[in-house]
């Protein structure tokens, strides 16, 4: 599999879990279908094209119908998960899309800033920002502190993932640090729901 179908394949991935969480979140505030939409864009499309941006190309959304596609794929699938669910269960069903999108995105950011030759900060930053970029975005338009400011590990989850395809592609090759990248992250991300990992608060 070449570094373009991988970089697809998570581009994909993150895509449907962001705009799924996303279009959650937009359910969860009574947002109507044009809020809802809205949202699971944002949510999906920010990370990229703030990355895209960083490494001076035209965000992808602009130039890729599939970027859209997916992400409306998403958003309907949500729209349909919502049937007969209680608050408690589509939060739950909202923190693991979050994560997939989480930890896809950080290897996909990762897989751009290796492709334009960007030592170790360069994957850090691309990969902490396509990660994080659009639930920011999402957060701040339905007026909430973003999540990556106050909830469990989250950012940091993505660092560690960044660090994990750093070595990885030294060690091995993108494939396996691709993999690792998102398996690091997803893990960590539902270990600090699960046990409620902080970083430390000063009030």
């Not at 969480?21 to 944002?42: C, E, P, R, T, W």
């Not at 408690?88 to 030759?117: E, H, M, P, Q, R």
């Not at 170790?120 to 999540?147: F, H, S, Y």
């Not at 590990?153 to 990248?181: E, H, P, Q």
Request: charged share 10%.
């Amino acid at each position: 599999m070449t570094q373009e179908t991988y970089l697809f394949v998570l581009n994909a991935i993150g895509l449907i879990a962001f705009s799924f969480s996303g279009a959650i979140k937009a359910i969860m505030h009574n947002l109507d279908l044009f809020g809802i939409i809205v949202l699971g864009l944002s949510t999906a499309l920010g990370g990229g094209a703030i990355r895209d941006v960083m490494v001076h190309r035209v965000p992808a959304m602009l130039t890729d119908i599939n970027y859209t596609s997916f992400s409306l794929l998403g958003i309907a699938g949500s729209i349909l998960t919502k049937k007969n669910r209680d608050a408690a269960v589509y939060t739950k069903i909202f923190l693991v899309s979050d994560g997939i999108g989480l930890a896809s995105f950080t290897a996909s950011g990762c897989l751009v800033a290796y492709d334009n030759g960007l030592g170790v900060i360069g994957m850090i930053v691309l990969g902490i920002m396509t990660a994080v970029g659009g639930g920011i975005i999402r957060d701040v338009l339905i007026n909430e502190i973003p999540m990556v400011l106050t909830r469990e590990l989250y950012a940091t989850c993505s660092f560690v993932g960044c660090i994990v395809f750093w070595i990885s592609v030294i060690v091995f090759d993108v494939r396996y640090g691709s993999f690792l990248s998102m398996l690091t992250v997803f893990t960590l991300r539902m270990l600090a729901i699960r046990y409620r990992w902080n970083l430390p608060k000063f009030s």
